[in-house]
């Protein structure tokens, strides 16, 4: 490969309009297009970039795949290895007031947390001024300057999901026990 290229992930609900015998299958609009993966010519790849223009054709769509792996996880389908592994290598926004300070707000279960979301998509449920883009480690060192606060993963959505903040010092760290990002 000489050229950088995007690899799309395409809500899997979207369905072109039927072609013609031997015509091209359209590209899908850019509402249905989740996101993607940027690879680069030496064969790199960047971390998963949510797509903000990305609406959802159903509820059941994930809007990125930390979303995916957060709802397998609510459905007792995936373990906390899998969750991990795909929230190393995702991109997060935390919610912040009108002076850019991170929002702590309870939980369902009225535990204090970070408001966090993995895609644009799941902003709208939060009431916030802003939302400032962070990596796993700067969550970690987020949760580090709060006292008893855990983390919440996409406020409202199906697959929300409040994590301890001594889960995500876990599974921050890279399996070769090095911090990532």
């Known amino acids: 490969m000489t050229d950088d290229q995007w690899v799309l992930l395409v809500d899997p609900e979207w369905r072109p309009a039927s072609a013609q015998d031997g015509d091209e299958v359209p590209s899908p609009p850019s509402q249905a297009v989740v996101g993607g993966w940027l690879v680069r010519a ?61 929002m702590v707000a309870p939980s369902p279960d009225n535990i204090p947390c970070l408001l966090v979301t993995t895609a644009p998509a799941h902003r709208r449920r939060v009431r916030a001024a802003g939302w400032r883009p962070v990596s796993p480690s700067e969550l970690l060192h987020l949760l580090d300057q709060q006292e008893d606060v855990d983390l919440l993963l996409n406020p409202g959505a199906p697959g929300c999901l409040r994590l301890l903040a001594d889960s995500v010092r876990e599974i921050t760290v890279a399996p070769d026990g090095s911090g990532n990002n």
Request: proline fraction near 10%; aromatic fraction near 8%; charge should be negative.
């Open 42 to 102: 030496d064969g790199s790849v960047s971390r998963f970039e949510p797509n903000p223009s990305y609406d959802p054709a159903t509820g059941n769509s994930p809007t990125d795949p930390l979303d995916a792996v957060l709802r397998l996880t609510a459905r007792g389908e995936a373990d906390f290895a899998q969750l991990g592994a795909v929230f190393r290598e995702s991109a997060f926004a935390v919610a912040v007031d009108a002076d850019q300070t991170p």
